[in-house]
């Protein structure tokens, strides 16, 4: 149940990497989380997502969301594998449990 986002190819530049989605997340000021227990402080929608993001990679120091990007710095670059893990935690953040999962 929920509706899955759709996230573009993401751009990574050394450390960081943008995620350019098909929806809003925050206001257009956006919002930073320097931490996870920064990101596991607050309700909004982009703390929380914030807080998924830190809770899937240890190795990320910063989270910036703004609209329909989300911007993620990692202490030592980007592998596929984390780019993937990223990518896929972003596009079920609005997902609450798959089709056919028991309920």
Known sequence: MGQRIVVQEPIVEGDVAVFVTNRNLSGVDGVRFESAADAETGTSVPA???????????????????????????????????????VRVVEEFFVFHRVGDPT
């Open 48 to 86: 929380r997502l914030a807080a998924r993001l830190y809770g899937v990679d240890a190795g990320m120091r910063h989270v910036y969301i703004a609209a329909n990007h989300v911007v993620v710095r990692r202490v030592v670059g980007w592998d596929d594998a984390h780019l993937d893990e990223a």
